[in-house]
């Protein structure tokens, strides 16, 4: 099976049973992706798939060999942290930080709903989305923190989605060293 993950390609012989989670984690190398409770009630495991926030740990690999998925490692570096890592760290967004890769993809995916116009449980008009601290707790419920870091996760989020422009929603541009290369791993 082919793979587009961070905009690498990889080859992989994986059992058609393997979740998109453990194809990382696994069998790619990729363990910026947390397994909290592989059953779709943490949230740790979120992935961006085609943009979209993903419960990594309850879908199957074998169902994305067409898609862009895009883990914690491929939205920023150290040297160059997307808004939502460099908000997390400036906000204090974290304690153990075992939630941290899922709250922050989760969290970028949330701010691109958002700016969709999608709405959520508690959204009052459906004509304007606004970003209230019930919003941001309600669209990031499906990521829990055992450490309880959530007040500074809202603040983080907030602090970003109060950012213009396509960096705050999108991955960062890999550059030309990181551009596709071929791996191949047997399972
Ligand atoms: S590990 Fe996937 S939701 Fe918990
Ligand atoms: S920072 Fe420890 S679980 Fe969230």
Not at 20 to 49: F, I, N, P, W, Y
Not at 135 to 140: A, D, F, H, P, T
Request: net charge negative; charged share 20%.
């Amino acid at each position: 099976m082919r793979f587009t993950i961070n905009q690498k390609t990889y080859d992989a012989d994986v059992d058609v049973r393997t979740s998109l989670l453990d194809l990382c984690r696994e069998h790619l190398g990729l363990t910026g992706s947390k397994k909290g409770c592989d059953h779709g009630q943490c949230g740790a495991c979120t992935m961006l798939v085609n943009g979209r926030r993903i419960n990594s740990c309850l879908s199957l690999a074998v169902m994305h060999q067409d898609d862009e998925i895009v883990t914690i490692e491929g939205l920023g570096t150290v040297e160059d942290l997307h808004p939502m890592q460099a908000a997390f760290v400036s906000h204090d967004g974290y304690q153990c930080g075992y939630c941290t890769p899922g709250q922050i993809c989760s969290a970028v995916g949330m701010l691109d709903e958002v700016k969709k116009g999608w709405a959520s449980h508690v959204t009052g008009d459906l004509g304007e989305v606004s970003l209230s601290d019930a919003e941001i707790s309600e669209r990031m419920s499906g990521n829990i923190c055992r450490c309880a870091a959530y007040p500074n996760i809202v603040d983080a989020i907030r602090e970003v989605a109060g950012q213009s422009g396509e960096e705050a929603i999108k991955p960062a541009p890999r550059t030309a060293s990181e551009q596709p290369a071929q791996e191949k791993v047997s399972a």
